[in-house]
């Protein structure tokens, strides 16, 4: 079955982690796992369009923005102008919380573009559900993925769900979210179209991701719709 990774990097990253996947590494891992399209999602946006260039129609890119540092949104549209078709936020890693107001000229960047923001989620104090669901009821026109959806929290796992529930324009990402029950749960009880497949390469590898969705109890219907046509609608890739 084709996919749709809705969500890798590539490159390395140091510290705890000590990870790392190349492009050569990234295309190979797509063709073996029946993956057509990625989006990736590193905090260089230039490497994200030279990769894009290299790989037109397997990779497309979302602009990664720091909203503490002012010259990242500044160029946001820029970016845009250039193709690629989201926008990456990871209040851990920057050190905000993801309701802050901080986070509004990109919201409405986003707006104006009729783009979607996907953000990181399951870590205290900075990217917990409810804070996300915070910012998706300020900012209602703007669609909203949230990472992981609760990453490997159980309280926050549900909290996902629960927000996803009370603000349509929030759309789950599963990858690093140990449960594969609760990928049925978003299937059913927040929306079809509204729960995508990721693998968070390189943190996670494919063949993991992939079983969590296959064995969540989801239909063939599901699974078409979790591992392609969700993350296709998501990002406007038929569009681009």
């Not at 409405?108 to 917990?128: D, F, M, Q, T």
């Not at 915070?134 to 629960?162: F, N, S, T």
């Not at 969590?212 to 406007?236: H, R």
Request: hydrophobic share 35%; charged share 25%.
């Amino acid at each position: 079955m084709k996919k749709i990774d809705a969500h890798a990097h590539i490159g390395y990253i140091g510290g705890w982690a000590d990870v790392g996947i190349t492009e050569e590494g990234l295309i190979k891992q797509m063709n073996e796992y029946d993956i057509e399209k990625t989006v990736l999602c590193c905090e260089d946006n230039d490497l994200t369009l030279d990769v894009m260039k290299r790989h037109p129609g397997r990779i497309t890119g979302c602009v990664y923005v720091n909203p503490l540092n002012p010259k990242t949104v500044d160029f946001m549209e820029e970016y845009f102008d250039k193709g690629l078709t989201g926008v990456k936020l990871n209040p851990l890693r920057h050190a905000y919380c993801a309701d802050a107001e901080i986070i509004d000229p990109v919201m409405e960047k986003a707006k104006k573009r009729g783009v979607p923001v996907c953000i990181h989620s399951g870590h205290p104090p900075y990217s917990l559900p409810w804070q996300i669901g915070l910012l998706a009821e300020r900012h209602p026109d703007v669609k909203i993925m949230m990472i992981h959806m609760g990453h490997g929290h159980g309280v926050y796992i549900d909290a996902a769900l629960k927000m996803a529930r009370k603000y349509s324009n929030i759309y789950l990402e599963m990858s690093g979210m140990p449960m594969p029950s609760k990928i049925l749960e978003a299937y059913e009880t927040v929306g079809k179209n509204r729960i995508m497949f990721g693998t968070d390469t390189p943190f996670h590898h494919p063949t993991v991701e992939m079983q969590k969705v296959i064995t969540s109890g989801v239909d063939e219907e599901g699974l078409k719709k979790i591992f392609y046509d969700n993350a296709n609608e998501f990002f406007g890739l038929d569009n681009k």
